[in-house]
Nanobody
Framework: QVQLVESGGGLVQAGDSLRLSCAASGRTLRSYARGWFRQAPGKEREFVAA????????FYTDSVKGRFTISRDSVKDTVYLQMNSLKPEDTAVYYC???????????????WGQGTQVTVSS
């Protein structure tokens, strides 16, 4: 049984930073690409960032480029999302996911965490 557990969400003000973590347990997912998605109230889940586990290649959605950084710790089997200069429009539930190949669509990921709430006040 694979589990992805997110942590690090919270309530912050615009301009603040947060770092989300996503730890895998149950069995190793070290060969799997990881992604972060988010879903705001009344909106569809959208891609935020992804990282290839073997080569560390990264992708970001345009709205977070230059502000968010995805990284991974191979020893801990954990992926991080450092979020700087947060904006109210970043408010959403953030989900981490793992998949065999790196991608920008939710269908490319097999395993999902339960999400962590990020709220950015203006």
């Amino acid at each position: 049984q694979v589990q992805l557990v997110e942590s690090g969400g919270g309530l912050v003000q615009a301009g603040d930073s947060l770092r989300l973590s996503c730890a895998a347990s149950g069995r190793t997912l070290r060969s799997y690409a990881r992604g972060w998605f988010r879903q705001a109230p009344g909106k569809e889940r959208e891609f935020v960032a992804a990282i290839g586990w073997s080569d560390g290649s990264t992708f970001y959605t345009d709205s977070v480029k230059g502000r968010f950084t995805i990284s991974r710790d191979s020893v801990k089997d954990t992926v991080y999302l450092q979020m700087n200069s947060l904006k109210p429009e970043d408010t959403a539930v953030y989900y981490c996911a793992a998949g065999i190949v790196i991608g920008r669509t939710s269908g490319e990921y097999s395993y999902w965490g339960q999400g962590t709430q990020v709220t950015v006040s203006s």
